[in-house]
């Protein structure tokens, strides 16, 4: 009888081909991988990926090449312009048979479609930890994808060992599914050195800026954010600062009616019942033990009762991180998701409130976004525990510094005297030398990490001599 091939050994594979953006033969592969496997066990295990669509092989023989299914083009005839010889492109992902079934239903014409409002049973039938969105053997790949090194260190340690990668990936996906032109280049630039792109609506720009404000509240409070009113309240708060035409709605469950554009779906319009099923929503997700079906939970349900007038989507986008970043697994940043298939899974919520098709999308997406983060791992090394265990120490010491605007001579006084009273004297040393690398590293790319602002920053560079 053949032996059975665990989901974690093609996971192996998976993540080794991940390195080749571009595809990688069978040796590239095979030296990619940190356990060797004889020839005929990885094309075997190669054979299968490909036949479960978790990778595609192009090439025959020697010219083989194997690459993740980044995304799918379909060409779909369309009326006259078939005849004419032209096609739509349309970019998605591989989907499921009932994920496609789902994409089919929302991809009528929206004169087809029955108007349909919110659903309060849909919240109301779920059952946490009896019901799931997600399968066992899902929830399980994506554990054995997910997991880091860092699962029994504190909350949000692997967070803040990819934060750099992360900030920007998180804040250009997300803004770019809510059509944000910006570029990845242009994102960077604008977050490490706070340089706006020319010729962007400045929208665009506080959109990412904002992005930034509350991936910082994720990863810097991450023991303390949670399903709660607090939190999420605040993500919004801070996804929306200068975007709404009522500023005053920002942090503020939405007391008017909203519409959603391309669909037929209304949602609640009685203030009372939204805060009801606001407060049910947080309930229920805080319940949930398992960290990705809280995650995809919280996806599907906060944007279909669209608790606030604006912004539902980016809050579900980012509070979809809090229990991967609280458990030290990969997060999410939705990297390569196609905008397209993102939105009808999301319609096919509002309209059937079936999850097929956005889980379909949350999956692929989640894979993608470990593949991503394996390798930025991996380039960084392992964490220097000296750092990670007085990490609190310095980073309030960094940031004392540049409060006080102290100079240089100021600042080594105080950093010794701070050695002396709080570290054992064998670390202290080391903890001096660690704080004044800190300080000589530090620019308006990374000053989020000790909570200061750039004008902060900026005050601080004057007296630095």
């Known amino acids: 009888m053949p032996k059975r091939v665990l989901q974690t050994e093609l996971d192996t594979v998976v993540l080794a081909v991940a390195r080749f953006p571009e595809g990688a033969s069978l040796e590239e592969i095979s030296r990619a991988l940190e356990s060797k496997l004889p020839r005929r066990t990885l094309q075997r295990r190669l054979a299968q990926l490909v036949g479960q669509q978790r990778l595609i092989l192009t090439g025959r023989g020697r010219a083989s090449l194997y690459r993740l299914p980044s995304v799918k083009i379909s060409l779909a005839a369309r009326g006259s312009a078939s005849a004419k010889g032209t096609a739509d492109l349309t970019v998605y992902i591989p989907v499921s048979p009932e994920g496609e079934a789902v994409r089919q239903a929302v991809r009528a014409p929206i004169q087809n479609r029955q108007p349909v409002g919110y659903n309060r049973t849909f919240l109301g039938t779920y059952k946490p930890n009896r019901t799931f969105y997600l399968p066992q053997e899902i929830r399980r790949r994506l554990l054995e994808t997910g997991r880091s090194p860092d699962g029994h260190r504190p909350a949000g340690t692997y967070a803040r060992q990819i934060y750099d990668r992360l900030l920007i990936d998180l804040s250009w996906n997300s803004s770019r599914l809510e059509g944000n032109t910006y570029s990845l280049l242009d994102t960077e630039r604008l977050l490490k050195l706070g340089e706006p792109a020319l010729g962007k609506d400045i929208r665009e720009t506080q959109m990412i800026l904002n992005h930034k404000a509350a991936i910082e509240l994720l990863v810097g409070q991450a023991a303390e954010v949670g399903f709660n009113r607090y939190t999420i309240l605040n993500?919004?708060?801070?996804?929306?600062?200068?975007?709404?035409?009522?500023?005053?709605?920002?942090?503020?469950?939405?007391?008017?009616?909203?519409?959603?554009?391309?669909?037929?779906?209304?949602p609640l319009e009685v203030p009372q019942l939204i805060e009801e099923c606001f407060d049910h929503i947080l309930e229920t997700a805080s319940a949930i033990v398992d960290p990705f079906e809280q995650a995809f939970f919280a996806m599907v349900h906060l944007p279909y009762l669209q608790p606030f007038e604006d912004v539902n989507k980016r809050v579900s986008r980012l509070a979809a991180n809090l229990p991967l970043i609280r458990e030290n697994l990969s997060p999410l940043s939705f990297i390569d998701v196609p905008e397209k298939a993102y939105i009808d899974g999301f319609?096919?919520?509002?309209?059937?409130?079936?999850?097929?098709?956005?889980?379909?999308?949350?999956?692929?997406?989640?894979?993608?976004?470990?593949?991503?983060?394996?390798?930025?791992?991996?380039?960084?090394?392992?964490?220097?525990?000296?750092?990670?265990?007085?990490?609190?120490?310095?980073?309030?010491?960094?940031?004392?510094?540049v409060r006080g605007r102290m100079d240089k001579k100021t600042a080594a006084t105080f950093?010794?005297?701070?050695?002396?009273?709080?570290?054992?004297?064998?670390?202290?040393?080391?903890?001096?030398?660690?704080?004044?690398?800190?300080?000589?590293?530090?620019?308006?790319?990374n000053i989020a990490?000790?909570?200061?602002?750039?004008?902060?920053?900026?005050?601080?560079?004057?007296?630095?001599?």
């Open 235 to 266: 993500l919004h708060a801070l996804l929306s600062e200068n975007l709404l035409a009522d500023p005053a709605a920002g942090g503020r469950l939405r007391a008017i009616p909203v519409k959603i554009g391309g669909t037929v779906y209304h």
């Open 347 to 401: 319609i096919g919520v509002y309209e059937q409130n079936r999850v097929e098709l956005l889980r379909d999308v949350f999956v692929w997406a989640y894979e993608r976004s470990c593949a991503r983060y394996v390798a930025v791992r991996q380039s960084l090394g392992d964490p220097d525990p000296f750092r990670l265990r007085y990490r609190a120490l310095v980073t309030e010491t960094v940031s004392s510094v």
């Open 415 to 445: 950093i010794k005297h701070r050695a002396d009273e709080d570290i054992p004297q064998k670390d202290r040393m080391r903890f001096i030398e660690v704080i004044e690398a800190s300080l000589m590293g530090l620019h308006e790319g």
């Open 449 to 465: 990490r000790y909570g200061l602002r750039p004008s902060q920053y900026r005050n601080w560079k004057e007296s630095w001599l």
